[in-house]
Antibody, heavy 118, light 106 residues
Framework: EVQLVESGGGLVQPGGSLRLSCAAS????????MSWVRQTPGKGLEWVANIKPDGSDKYYVDSMKGRFTISRDNAQNSLYLQMNSLRAEDTAVYYCATEAPIALLDHWGQGTLVTVSS | IQMTQSPSSLSASVGDRVTITCRAS??????LNWYQQKPGKAPKVLIHAASSLQSGVPSRFSGSGSGTDFTLTITSLQPEDFATYYCQQGYTTPGTFGQGTRLEIK
């Protein structure tokens, strides 16, 4: 059974940093594209970034380029999202997901809440 | 690519047939996915590639369309179908989502 478990969310001040983790099990992690998606009450679902199976290619939504970094450790079956220079509008539930062709997000974690507030 | 769903919310009764529409700002071919989300839960795939039913999803769900206009149809609504539905295009990166359609019990 595919399992994705996010961790690392919490309360952080504006301008601060946070690193999210996603522990994967039940599938061949090193062969899958992986994505981060976030959900805010105001903007709904927003794709954040994805990463190729071997980590050699990464894509980001424009508004997060330069602030967020996606990475993975295939030996540890783990996906990461380093978030810097956080803003109030980054407050959201962050999900990791497996990504199949045509950006199909076919397995999701339970999400981790990030709150950016002073 | 911008994705626009209509309606934003919808009230229906158990047993009804409902249709949700998704329009893309440019052609996405059939690179269109539909998700269902219940409160406090992650989204779940219903339909991929516009009309292919995801494994395990009941056959009362169906999708159609290509290019810029797509529909998700639910025949004979069941109590567990009351949720929020999202479309997502997978034609270009980022795979943008529609704003969602909240399906409520009448």
């Amino acid at each position: 059974e595919v399992q994705l478990v996010e961790s690392g969310g919490g309360l952080v001040q504006p301008g601060g940093s946070l690193r999210l983790s996603c522990a994967a099990s039940g599938f061949s992690f090193s062969t899958y594209w992986m994505s981060w998606v976030r959900q805010t009450p105001g903007k709904g679902l927003e794709w954040v970034a994805n990463i190729k199976p071997d980590g050699s290619d990464k894509y980001y939504v424009d508004s997060m380029k330069g602030r967020f970094t996606i990475s993975r450790d295939n030996a540890q079956n783990s996906l990461y999202l380093q978030m810097n220079s956080l803003r109030a509008e980054d407050t959201a539930v962050y999900y990791c997901a497996t990504e199949a062709p045509i950006a199909l997000l076919d397995h999701w974690g339970q999400g981790t809440l990030v709150t950016v507030s002073s | 690519i911008q994705m626009t769903q209509s309606p934003s919310s919808l009230s229906a009764s158990v047993g009804d047939r409902v249709t949700i529409t998704c329009r893309a700002s440019q052609s996405v071919s059939t690179h269109l996915n539909w998700y269902q989300q219940k409160p406090g839960k992650a989204p779940k795939v219903l339909i991929h590639a516009a009309s292919s039913l995801q494994s395990g999803v009941p056959s009362r769900f169906s999708g159609s369309g290509s290019g810029t206009d797509f529909t998700l149809t639910i025949t004979s609504l069941q109590p567990e179908d009351f949720a929020t539905y999202y479309c997502q295009q997978g034609y270009t990166t980022p795979g943008t989502f529609g704003q969602g359609t909240r399906l409520e019990i009448k």
